[in-house]
């Protein structure tokens, strides 16, 4: 079966420093790894995948994830943050060990950045 | 391009009694998606459709949840009785290739809100 893990509840940083928000998964096959945002009262919105190729994937907002098969992981990243990213932050995972895999997400990360 | 469209919004109703909602995926979009999201958890995947087929809904309480997908656009899904562990967000996604494409990008609605009192 498959999973993600995102061990962090908040993380907490500056505007204009870096930050990352963690990720790991566990799959049976391949892993298709997606991270979406979701604000207050709104549904989630895709931020970027992971198919093949380059592990480093860039996504919307100045966003990026550096994908690691030896470490399982999957963080997501950016180099200078801004206020309005506060918000909460979902990795998921699909895999192809079977047929009609499910998207299965993690337990959320929220992101408070402050001045 | 229009997103996926979601109503009501909010919906509070007492336990025991039914609600329903409505979902309208991105055009041209072939899979569906409902989704459960409780507070501090991450989106729970209820039933999934292709065009107006089931294709997975081991995880729907079939005992009181019930969807349907109407000539494979629009979806409505349903809980009746409401328990008070149904309070949660119901999010609805489409993606435009079938559901067993394990690459394709899930666009998600703005979610209906419940609350069962």
């Known amino acids: 079966a498959q999973s993600v893990a995102q061990p962090e509840d908040q993380v907490n940083v500056a505007e204009g420093n870096p930050l990352t928000v963690k990720c790991t998964y566990s799959v049976s096959g391949n892993p298709y790894l997606f991270w979406y945002v979701q604000y207050p009262n709104r549904g989630l919105q895709f931020l970027l995948k992971?198919?093949?190729?380059?592990?480093l994937v860039k996504g919307s907002y100045g966003f990026e994830a550096e994908f690691n098969k030896s470490q399982t992981s999957f963080h997501l990243k950016k180099p200078s943050a801004l206020v309005s990213d506060s918000a909460l932050y979902f990795c998921?995972?699909?895999?192809?060990?079977?047929?009609?895999?499910?998207?299965?997400f993690g337990t959320g990360t929220r992101l408070q950045v402050t001045l | 391009e229009a997103g996926v469209a979601q109503s009501p919004r909010y919906k509070i109703i007492e336990k025991r009694q039914s609600v329903a909602f409505w979902c309208n995926p991105i055009s041209g979009h072939a899979t569906l998606y409902w989704y459960q999201q409780i507070l501090g958890q991450g989106p729970k995947l209820l039933i999934q459709?292709?065009?107006?087929?089931?294709?997975?809904d081991s995880q729907l309480p079939k005992d009181r949840f019930s969807a349907e997908r109407l000539k494979g656009v629009d979806s409505t899904l349903k809980i009746q009785p409401a328990k008070l562990e149904d309070s949660a967000v119901y999010l609805c996604a489409s993606s435009l290739r079938p559901g067993t494409s394990v690459t394709d990008t899930q666009y998600f609605g703005p979610g209906t809100r419940l609350t069962v009192l």
């Open positions: 459709f292709q065009n107006n087929g089931v294709v997975d």
């Open positions: 998921a995972v699909r895999d192809d060990a079977g047929t009609a895999s499910k998207l299965t």
């Open positions: 992971y198919i093949t190729g380059d592990n």
